[in-house]
């Protein structure tokens, strides 16, 4: 493989690692905004008075605290499927290149058939 093919198949893999970073941050930060505005409405609703509205709010608790510990686990185990899947696509293209470049080329002519016809 040359130096240029070398260069370029490292930029993929870190534009790829990038992208999924960022997937992954971006779907953290919306959970982690839910989970902060219910905590505020818990806070806002702490004033109002009732068996019920203090059995709603230990409900909304515990799941609030369920749902973090679902993220945590969640966004470790996405960090870990996107490191294998990275490592995988590398290995592949490592020991197919012809084979990759052949699907890529595919793909590619799909794609400009397809933006052409619009």
């Known amino acids: ?26 779907l953290s930060a ?7 505005d219910t905590e505020n409405l818990l806070k806002q609703t702490s004033e109002v008075a009732g068996i019920q509205v203090q059995e709603l709010r230990a409900r909304i608790s515990d799941n609030l605290d369920r749902a973090k510990d679902m993220l945590k686990s969640t966004e470790h185990n996405l960090e870990e499927q996107g490191r294998i899947a990275v490592e995988k696509t590398e290995q592949y293209v490592q020991q197919h290149p012809w084979q990759t470049i052949g699907c ?13 016809r619009r």
């Open 1 to 26: 493989m040359s130096t240029t093919a070398k260069t370029s198949s490292a930029t993929d893999k870190e534009t790829q690692r990038r992208n999924l970073h960022d997937a992954q941050n971006a």
């Open 30 to 36: 919306e959970f982690q905004s839910l989970i902060g």
């Open 104 to 116: 890529a080329a595919g793909v590619g002519f799909l794609l400009g058939l397809l933006a052409g």
